[in-house]
């Protein structure tokens, strides 16, 4: 076992010595004072160095361990202050003072014993010397790394961390303090982890920064440089005010846009070229210079050749089709009367195609786009909320750009192409303005010939721009905008309508995406009507077209593995291809008891059933109605109860059913519901309730119910009665002064269906109870 040793102690306030190190250190009183006691006690005529006890000195405490240190040398430093070089042998555990000779303070010192070196201590230090030579190699210290690999011991290792910059006095002395070696390569490896990391990411900025810097300096002097070899070769500056003036005055503009871009030319070239002005102007003049001012497409005259065009994308939507038509024919006969101005006043259109989705509107823009052979920019409109979207930024704001219909004309490339504003009503507004009312201007072709954007501040005339709009819901469009355009419905499709577009367009389509022949995949009509009527209930087609990119998918794999030559997709192969059928007609089920009738409604994303479930129970007199839903239609379930009550007699009602509580209630409560058109239905269904007559399960109705008993008239008769037929309804009751929208409705449709104007109330229930016989009062 290793003696204890008596040493006089040098305490140093600002350094931690670790064994192994090589300090040189300045000598005070007592630092003097030991070197001079450790001389003292060598035996005498031996010429050895003399050793220290070297401690940290703690200002709360007295210091647990040390290094015994030799004395190297005793001399001074470059500014002549007294010092000594000393060298760390060892750590040792500081015992209780001792006598000695000398001034100094001399403590007992104790070998701190070795810690057995495993294979875990092993693996440690091979961790922390890949730390630290990471570290190293981002500082490009060599020969430190070369150092560092060829110690082999981990405690030498460990103990070269008294060197570490990045370990604060208080990490080191707990170094120090860690007689064992795997603890104190522990402790290491999360100091230096935490530092190298940070010290990674402080290098790439710093990097990066330096890059910056370097590629900025290189362009000035690049650009310095090419500024005189231009200006000794005649050139000019590139993109300077010289330049810009000579581009102005070389461009096609209209006076007062030239006129406005000189201005800015003249305050460009008064301004300094690194002025933050500067660049502003210069955007500013490119984006002037490249929107096409006198630039116009030809108009198609051909009446009949565009007809054919919109014939050939599209299957159906005759309306449309004819306001198009019109629109070329007033065009065609003002060109061969002369009576086409360029930029014309009023001489533009807009239309607003209102629909549920998947019905063709925007794919509708680009048809007629191509049919009058203009060009065709589309404006999504969905969600923005900001009116500097539509009518640009001032320049005074950093990143100022032109709005959304500035920027559209620069792309579109002339001055009268179709511009598609899609989802209009999805236009919202906040604190930054209403884009709805930005679009009044736009759009109002008695305004729009002088559109004045905020970036450009200068008239654009947009009146020869054929703005087609769309939009799912009418009513969240603002009235004030919807008084602008035009408005042209598209209600959605027949299943025959469904089919034809799924052979003629939807299937060819897929087909070429699945990388599939006519000759190797085939659908039937029947298996087109089975999807249509059963897989999808959707006023368009894109559940259709998905299913059918399924089937051919599922067909391309079969092919593929060389399982078949050629699939035929029949309605017995769908399930395998599709799945099964996700709908069924289900109103008999649920009209099979009484209280409860289908009524038929339109939403977002077309027509759709409406199930109206009632039921009476013992309790407080009143009426309870759920379903989510909206002012209206708890008012009309009012209504209807209220008529109910009054005409109980004569519909054979006892009155005291009416003492009972009530309940109303519509299905499906997570969506909301709102809407004049569900009264005849709520009465139909409390008649039902109360007398015992299950309601027709075949039978759908809409309208508005008056307390004398009148039926209103409602909207969207066209999307009910598609909602009916996908359904699986045969009769219908609409409102007797909707009689005249029945035109609107394609043949095929009412001959699929028994439709029924009526103008009373008892009309409906005359013919949608089922007979009585054998059917007892559920009141009772």
């Known amino acids: ?5 008596s040493l006089p102690v040098v305490f140093l306030h600002d350094t931690v010595v670790l064994p192994g190190m090589v300090v040189p250190i300045e000598l005070d009183d007592s630092a003097r004072a030991a070197i001079d006691a450790a001389r003292l006690a060598q035996d005498p005529g031996t010429d050895g160095p003399a050793r220290v006890l070297v401690a940290p000195r703690l200002e709360d405490r007295y210091a647990t361990h040390g290094v015994v240190a030799v004395v190297d040398k005793v001399g001074r430093f470059a500014g002549g202050k007294p010092a000594a070089v000393l060298r760390a042998e060892r750590r040792v555990a500081i ?28 693996e440690l230090a091979e961790q922390y010397r890949a730390l630290v030579v990471a570290i190293l190699e981002r500082r490009e210290a060599w020969q430190v790394i070369e150092n560092v690999r060829r110690i082999t011991e981990p405690d030498a290792l460990a103990d070269t961390s008294g060197y570490a910059p990045y370990l604060s006095d208080d990490q080191k002395r707990q170094v120090l303090e860690t007689p064992d070696v795997g603890d104190r390569l522990r402790l290491l490896l999360e100091w230096t982890a935490a530092y190298d990391t940070e010290d990674e990411v402080t290098d790439k900025i710093s990097q990066d920064v330096r890059e910056g810097l370097e590629k900025s300096q290189r362009e000035f002097v690049l650009r310095q440089q090419l500024a005189a070899i231009r200006k000794e070769l005649g050139e000019g500056e590139p993109e300077g005010s010289e330049d810009y003036r000579e581009r102005v005055e070389a461009a096609d503009l209209p006076e007062h846009v030239r006129e406005a871009a000189l201005r800015e030319v003249g305050k460009l070239e008064r301004a300094s070229d690194q002025a933050p002005e500067a660049g502003y102007i210069r955007t500013w003049l490119d984006t002037v210079l490249e929107l096409p001012w006198h630039v116009r497409t030809k108009d198609s005259t051909d009446v009949a050749a565009a007809r054919a065009v919109l014939d050939a994308d599209h299957h159906g939507l005759g309306e449309v089709k004819e306001r198009i038509t019109e629109y070329l024919a007033v065009r065609a006969r003002r060109a061969e009367r002369g009576l086409e101005v360029v930029g014309g006043r009023g001489s533009g259109a807009v239309i607003l195609l209102a629909g549920p989705p998947g019905v063709g509107k925007t794919s509708l823009g680009e048809s007629v786009a191509r049919t009058l052979g203009r060009k065709f920019v589309r404006v999504a409109l969905g969600g923005v909320r900001d009116e500097a979207e539509i009518r640009g930024h001032r ?16 792309e579109a490339g002339s001055m009268n192409p179709v511009v598609l504003l899609d989802e209009v009503d999805k236009v919202g507004a906040d ?4 884009p709805a009312a930005a679009l009044l201007e736009v759009l109002d072709p008695a305004q729009n010939h002088t559109f004045r954007d905020h970036y450009l501040e200068l008239d654009l005339d947009l009146s020869d ?25 598209i209600d959605g499709y027949t299943e025959d309508d469904k089919v034809a577009i799924a052979r003629d367009f939807l299937v060819p389509r897929q087909l070429e995406r699945a990388a599939l022949g006519a000759d190797e995949v085939t659908v039937s009509d029947d298996a087109l009507g089975e999807l249509a009527a059963n897989y999808t209930r959707e006023a368009g087609v894109r559940q259709l077209e998905r299913l059918l990119a399924k089937a051919f998918r599922k067909a391309a794999t079969r092919l593929a593995t060389g399982d078949v030559d050629r699939v035929d997709i029949d309605r017995d192969g769908l399930k395998d291809l599709v799945g099964r059928p996700r709908f069924t007609p289900d109103s008999h089920e649920r009209t099979d008891v009484p209280g409860v009738a289908t009524g038929l409604a339109v939403t977002g994303l077309g027509g759709d059933v409406l199930y109206v479930e009632t039921s009476v129970s013992d309790g407080t007199a009143g009426l309870t109605v759920t379903g989510q839903l909206g002012d209206v239609m708890k008012e009309s379930a009012s209504i209807a109860l209220s008529w109910v009550r009054a005409h109980a007699d004569e519909l054979g ?36 309730l109360l007398t015992g007559r299950p309601v027709r399960s075949d039978v759908g109705m809409t309208g508005e119910v008056t307390l004398s008993g009148r039926v209103l008239p409602i909207g969207g008769v066209k999307q009910k009665l598609l909602a009916a037929q996908r359904a699986g309804l045969t009769t219908v009751f609409v409102p007797e002064r909707n ?19 009526v103008g009373r109330v008892t009309d409906i229930l005359a013919e949608a109870l089922e007979a009585a016989a054998g059917a007892h009062s559920t009141a009772a």
């Open 95 to 122: 015992g209780a003072g001792v006598s000695g000779p000398g001034a100094a303070l001399w403590v007992e010192a104790e070998p701190v014993p070795a810690t057995p070196v495993t294979d875990d201590v092993r």
């Open 465 to 489: 721009v054929l703005f087609v709009a769309t939009a799912n819901v009418v009513e969240q469009i603002p009235s004030a905008l919807l008084d602008r355009m035009e408005l042209v419905t």
């Open 1 to 5: 076992m290793t003696q204890n040793l």
């Open 653 to 688: 009602l006892d009155p005291a059913s009416f003492d009972k509580a009530i309940h109303v209630h519509f299905p499906a409560g997570a969506i909301p519901k709102d809407g004049p058109s569900a009264g005849v239905t709520m009465v139909t269904a409390l008649v039902s």
């Open 431 to 434: 604190y930054r303005g209403d």
């Open 395 to 410: 320049r005074t704001y950093v990143g100022a750009l032109p709005g959304r219909i500035v920027r559209a004309m620069k």
């Open 739 to 757: 009689r005249a929208d029945l035109d609107d409705v394609p043949a095929e449709l009412l001959s699929a269906l028994d439709v029924r104007p």
